[in-house]
């Protein structure tokens, strides 16, 4: 039997290699499996590694992750957020730098909406950073608003990272997905409260645009609008809350809200339909291939002694529980600058797990908190995914300008969780509040 370090290290290295030539993520794992399951067991292993894609394939929590898929399709292919995007205008209020404040709103309703940080980064600047730089709006800030706010999209329900977290780490997902309200509202808050204070303390950021009265009927008007994306949100994590529903029963009943809002505001169809139901199924197939294939690595792993392994050279080193937390979310903020966050992710998770009940940390705190970290890949440079959706979606903006806006929004990002190592709270009320 190899040292348990060796088929460890070979493994990581290899599938390290593999996603930075830019093959997709399941087919790099399914390479290093099958590689590995021949070196280790000869032919005779391939049906160990049938069954445990089939086990896992068939798990039922992870009927949760095509829904939550499907509801983002229905709203954004019937064109229904709009009618949130206005609506939102109109509550916001007139305030010196209200577009920053309307761009980090949109984004945290959005995001509660979809889940999907690029679709949410694609939408605003196609529709709100024109109408931004338009009205004389700093154009960076303008960026760095979208950017922090898409980020918030994979934290706060419905989030499909934290589901695929639970399922790898064995983590409650419902305690997952209600730890992550509290971050998400708090990282927006510190967001606007960022912005406000540039302004006031540099006015030319923000233009004093002319007063618009809105009257209190069209004030109700808004307030109407928002009632039934409300209801969907009540319906996606209202009904954990109160355990009523499963996460993947709520997210029906979400989708189910989803196709009620569309045919309210006369935007349902049946080729609307179709079309959101048909990439959901592929976006869903691909997840799913994902996962399959990083348990199965996990398992690979496990029969290695590589975890084990792990597991006593952690607690032989007695390093103190701080510093650990620190290098445990140091490696992937670093490694997520240059390598698919969500990989990565797969590629960690089975490490961090036996690590975790070496120093007892929460699991929902710690999970919650690596989340947070992985999504910043997402908006930190050079190969951020929601930068370049960004950069797609508005090709007048230079990539120096959308690099150069980010850093604001990754360094206020950790602050809050600093705030939230110090303050777990934050992360786990919710969670206690209704396990």
Known sequence: MLDWYIPLSIGLVALVALFMTGMPIFLGFLVVIVSGVFWLMGPAGFGMVINSMYDTGTTASLGTIPLFILLGEILFRSGCVQVLMDSIDKLVGRMRGRQYVLSISLSTVLGALSGSAMAVGAMMGRSLLPVMQAKGYDTKLSIGTILGGSCLAPVIPPSLLAIIIGTLANVSISSLLLGGVGPGLFLAVLFVAACLIRVKMNPALAPDEEPVTITAREKLRALAGLLPFTLIIFMVIGLIMLGIATPSESAATGVLGGIVTAAWYR?????MLFDSFAE??????VILLILVSAVMFTQLLAFTGAIGGLTRLVTALEVNAWVMLFLLM????????FID????????IPIYVPILGVYHFDPVWFWVLFLINITL????????????????AAPQVAMRDIFRASWLFVGLTLIGMLVMVLAPQIVTFLPDQFR
Not at 330 to 337: D, E, N, R, T
Request: charged share 10%; glycine share 6%.
């Open 341 to 348: 966050q969500l990989g990565l992710m797969l590629i960690l």
């Open 377 to 392: 890949g997402a908006i930190t440079p050079p190969f951020g995914y929601v930068m370049f959706a960004l950069k797609a």
């Open 267 to 271: 935007k349902l169809s049946l080729r």
């Open 330 to 337: 140091l490696l992937p903020f670093v490694l997520c600058m």
């Open 280 to 285: 959901a199924a592929k976006l869903a197939s």
